[in-house]
């Protein structure tokens, strides 16, 4: 059924577009109703605005905490327009129909993100907002709700298409985003709230975002997905600007993720750092002098797999790393930033997307990861454990030298990022050897022993990559084959989180296999 627009309440916090949006609908004989600032904004543009308190009688009070809470304004968007009690009543207590609401809310989420205290985030809770938006969209067979920007446009061409009113599907559909709106800000209150309070397990908790992206396809063709922001401003791939290429893919999205997150490990003013990732796991993973060396190095673990992969770096993409990459068919390159000169390199391949982050993500912030369940979903801490925190355990009779110290804290920063059950071969600095996601452990080392060789007779060498190299697993040896067969691919020292009821027998067989342990007593599942 078609609506007329007669009269307007105009509300926002947001005031991009408003006047030229309201100019629009004056020209079309509507009368507009607004509050406050947006009077104020509306006023000087010289229209014809009456103000909210003249409508209900009141003034605004409480520093503008009560101004549209009344029934000339609730009733005038509740009121059913074809019910003749309704009507009745309206005429009784002098309420008028409302039939477009336009609103956006207090900038909750802007206010936290910027690190408001806890006094300024209360005061940029919108009551009075929600509780119309809510009201309007409930009556949308006869009310007609705006709460985005974006749906200026589209509202004036449904006027003019309709001659000065607006159809059922596009009130519904307006009415569905304005719940959408609602929640969406809900959820940023009580989650803010929860972390304020420390309510570890909330008994409501819900999960909110914003639409950034619509894509083709998910992980595969029949699967539908659109990327959403979470309005969490922590640096990585939703806050990153894509300089060139065509649109990231899910699975695009899901690696670079990863990469980042890895490579942010590695404090970028200590030295370089390269991470290549494939089906979000690392295939090469190294530090350098400079991040040429560094890519290198990641690039020798497997060249194999780093075809088509995603290559992530810690520190500003430069010249010398740009040439590199184009040797070879990369997916995605993410970095911090990039010289002029390295972005240019990388202009001339046109398929590659570049993406900068302008920052790394903190490996030791708190946060959230969810996993959606049939009927339910997994919440958990994010893992910002990281190996700089834990009180390392020699366990063995030999110590690990400095060399092989070093080694293992990079190898077991790396197996946080890799699928359980992970094995990493490190040596000087750079992965070797990467097993990952197998139902054995054992398998693991075997698998990322093999992919050594592999590598090594790919680079020409006469011997494996993992010989004289450390050994890092993601959780604990049960038996000690899966450590025996580290040292028989030739691994010098293990780092591992121990914990198991045989870790008696892991260290006696790396007694006898001359072979150095620590224990981290944290484990990186990572499923």
Request: proline share 4%.
């Amino acid at each position: 059924m078609l609506r007329p627009i007669e009269r307007a309440l105009i509300s926002v916090s947001d005031k991009t577009g408003i006047v030229e949006f309201a100019q629009t609908l004056a020209a079309r004989g509507v009368e507009l109703v607004s509050t406050g600032g947006t009077s104020k904004l509306l006023k000087e543009a010289g229209l014809d605005v009456k103000d909210v308190a003249d409508l209900t009688g009141f003034p605004e009070m409480m520093d503008g905490r009560i101004k549209t809470l009344h029934p000339r304004v609730h009733g005038g968007l509740l009121a059913m327009r074809d019910n003749p009690e309704h009507s009745q009543a309206q005429e009784a207590h002098g309420i008028g129909n409302i039939d477009l609401l336009v609103v956006n809310l207090y900038p909750f989420e802007e206010t936290i993100a910027k690190g408001a205290d806890y006094a300024s985030a209360i005061e940029n809770i919108d009551i009075g907002g929600p509780a119309m938006i809510r009201a309007a969209a409930k009556n949308h067979d006869g009310v007609c709700v705006v709460v985005d920007g974006d749906d200026y446009q589209p509202l004036l061409d449904e006027l003019a298409a309709n001659d000065g009113k607006t159809d059922l599907p596009f009130r519904q559909h307006l009415a569905a985003k304005a719940y959408a709106r609602t929640a969406n800000y809900d959820a940023a209150i009580s989650n803010w709230f929860a972390g304020e309070l420390e309510i570890e397990n909330p008994k409501w908790v819900s999960l909110s975002g914003e639409l950034a992206q619509t894509m083709r396809y998910g992980e595969n063709p029949h699967q539908r997905a659109a990327f959403y922001k979470s309005g969490a401003h922590r640096p990585g791939v939703a806050s990153a600007q894509q300089v060139q290429g065509k649109e990231l893919s899910y699975n695009n999205l899901n690696d670079t993720d990863a990469a980042i997150e890895l490579v942010a490990e590695f404090d970028h003013q200590e030295r370089a750092a390269v991470a290549i990732i494939k089906h979000a796991n690392p295939c090469g993973v190294a530090l350098g002098t400079c991040l040429q060396d560094a890519y290198l190095k990641a690039l020798q673990c497997d060249p194999v797999s780093a075809f088509g992969g995603i290559v992530a770096f810690n520190q500003p993409l430069d010249a010398e790393a740009a040439q590199e990459l184009t040797k070879i068919f990369t997916e995605v390159v993410v970095a911090p930033e990039a010289t002029d000169e390295a972005r240019a390199i990388l202009a001339k391949k046109k398929n590659v997307r570049l993406l900068l982050t302008h920052g790394l993500p903190e490996p030791k912030a708190p946060g959230l990861t969810a996993k959606l369940l049939s009927g339910g979903f997994l919440l958990q801490g994010r893992d910002n454990g990281t190996v700089e925190q834990l009180d390392l355990k020699v366990v063995t009779e030999r110590q690990p030298s400095a060399q092989e110290m070093a080694d293992l804290k990079v190898a077991f920063k790396i197996c946080k990022h890799v699928k359980s059950n992970a094995i990493i071969y490190v040596k000087d600095g750079a992965s070797v050897g990467i097993g990952a996601g197998q139902m054995s452990r054992v398998d693991s080392a075997r698998i990322a022993a093999w992919k050594a060789e592999e590598a090594a007779k790919e680079a020409g060498l006469d011997e494996p990559l993992t010989k004289g190299s450390v050994v890092a697993s993601d959780a604990f040896f049960p038996f000690a084959d899966g450590l025996l067969a580290a040292a028989k691919a030739g691994a010098t020292a293990v780092i591992q989180p121990g914990g198991s009821m045989r870790d008696d027998e892991v260290i006696a067989a790396a007694n006898e296999a001359g072979l150095a342990m620590v224990m981290t007593g944290m484990r990186h599942f990572r499923h």
